[in-house]
């Protein structure tokens, strides 16, 4: 019994030295069975007929090519319309926390959360307490400055004419002076003559400059007439804004994102009435790496499906000029129609952006590989039947394939084997399309 265990031991540990000892004959036999497996190429067939006859010693076999057996395909580039991929969410264009302006009582029902605003709608309506009567005060100070300014106005007239009374009669006295100073001279009047002509110049310009400073102030009362109506007329626009902020109302049309404030809350200034959102248009925001912002223009449109499948269309209508400082990266906008707000605020969306065609090629995804430095590419069969790895980029995964840049216009792509073939390599390629079941 102890037989069987030694001879099947022996026989592993002679299949392991066959295998290291003949290493690479072994890897060529496996790699060429299993592409003519692939290819369809077996010998099944010829192992139903019958041994044929030994051939004379004369006729030679003709030498197999060399080369390890591939299947490639032809293909040619396409101008394909390539896209910046980002990930983002949507965004309300507007958002307004309306806030109240003055303190009072709520007297207004509460509109509910959900509810759709129109412009200059009421949402909080507050007690106005005595605002009325400090409105009424003013009016009546308004009135009492106005009426003050006829009869300053009607001053200032008579200030003029007693100036103007004040002159002639210095002119008066002053003709009288010359004349008693004349007469003296000839000895006709005495020297008290001269002195009264004299006392009456000086009385006449007294009066003169006490007229001229009547009209200044005159001129002055009027003027302060003026500032108290202008001082009345501030206080009526004060006391009428004051009552019009106890109406607060929808800035533009929207949804209330929050319930209005509810009847009877004391509301101060800075106090949140309710929170309006504007869903139409919708914004969609994400953040550009700076390798991409280039590509990216304003107006140029952009697509995006939602976490929920649904898809939108817009165009860029906003790009950063400066970087986040964390993240190195620049917020784009993207503007979308919303009418039946059926996209909503904070939506998870993978957002592609158009940007200038470029050519590709749609092949197969299982057609990449990695070479020893861990780059993405294909491989292809050059003019001379050998192997060559070509990095690629990829563009866009679809149904039918992957679109990848940066191959030649035409390229023999290597899409079966492309694993067991190094560049270098020479190759028997084998030139058809690849079928549905090899390419998924």
């Known amino acids: 019994m102890r037989l069987i265990p030694l001879l099947t031991a022996l026989a592993?540990?002679?299949?392991?030295?066959?295998?290291?000892?003949?290493?690479?004959?072994?890897?060529?036999f496996a790699r060429e069975n299993h592409l003519a497996l692939l290819l369809g190429e077996t010998d099944d067939?010829?192992?139903?007929?019958?041994?044929?006859?030994p051939e004379p010693q004369e006729t030679r076999e003709t030498p197999a090519p060399e080369g390890v057996r591939v299947v490639a395909r032809h293909s040619q580039a396409e101008v394909v319309d390539t896209a910046v991929i980002l990930r983002g969410q949507t965004e309300a264009a507007r958002e307004v926390s309306v806030m109240a302006e003055t303190s009072g009582l709520v007297i207004s029902e509460p509109l509910r959360k959900g509810a759709f605003v129109e412009p200059g709608q009421l949402l909080c309506e507050l007690d106005p307490g005595t605002r009325g009567a400090a409105l009424d005060e003013a009016l009546a100070r308004l009135e009492e400055a106005e009426a003050r300014v006829p009869g300053i106005e009607a001053g200032v007239p008579e200030a003029e004419a007693r100036l103007q009374e004040a002159l002639a009669r210095l002119d008066e006295a002053e003709i009288n002076a010359r004349?008693?100073?004349a007469l003296k001279r000839d000895g006709f009047s005495t020297e008290t003559r001269v002195a009264a002509t004299q006392a009456a110049v000086r009385s006449a310009e007294a009066s003169v400059s006490a007229a001229r400073a009547g009209i200044e102030t005159a001129k002055s009362g009027l003027k302060g007439a003026q500032a108290a109506i202008r001082t009345a007329e501030a206080a009526v626009a004060v006391a009428r804004k004051e009552i019009d902020r106890l109406q607060v109302t929808a800035p533009f049309a929207g949804l209330l994102d929050s319930d209005a404030a509810e009847l009877g809350t004391l509301m101060q200034p800075g106090a949140l009435c309710a929170t309006i959102i504007q869903l139409d248009p919708i914004k969609?925001?994400?953040?550009?790496?700076?390798?991409?912002?280039?590509?990216?223009?304003?107006?140029?449109?952009?697509?995006?499906q939602l976490a929920e499948g649904s898809d939108v269309r817009g165009e860029v209508t906003f790009l950063s000029r400066s970087a986040d400082p964390t993240t190195r990266t620049f917020r784009v906008e993207i503007t979308a129609a919303n009418p039946e707000l059926r996209i909503r605020d904070g939506q998870t969306a993978e957002i592609a952006i158009s940007t200038e065609g470029v050519a590709a090629h749609l092949l197969p995804a299982s057609v990449l590989t990695l070479n020893d430095?861990?780059?993405?590419?294909?491989r292809s069969v050059t003019e001379d039947s050998t192997?060559?790895?070509?990095?690629?980029?990829?563009?866009?995964d679809t149904r039918e394939g992957v679109w990848l840049a940066g191959l030649?216009?035409?390229?023999?792509?290597?899409?079966?084997?492309?694993?067991?073939?190094?560049s270098g390599v020479r190759v028997i390629p084998t030139f058809r399309e690849v079928t549905a079941e090899v390419s998924q």
Do not use: C, K, S, W
């Open 45 to 53: 067939a010829d192992a139903a007929e019958p041994p044929a006859a």
């Open 373 to 378: 430095e861990g780059a993405l590419g294909i």
């Open 12 to 28: 592993v540990t002679a299949f392991l030295v066959l295998a290291v000892l003949q290493r690479d004959a072994l890897y060529q």
């Open 284 to 304: 969609l925001v994400a953040y550009v790496p700076e390798t991409e912002v280039a590509r990216i223009a304003l107006g140029a449109m952009a697509g995006a």
């Open 387 to 396: 192997v060559a790895f070509l990095p690629v980029t990829l563009l866009r």
């Open 179 to 181: 004349a008693a100073n």
């Open 408 to 422: 030649p216009d035409r390229v023999d792509v290597i899409t079966l084997g492309q694993e067991y073939v190094e």
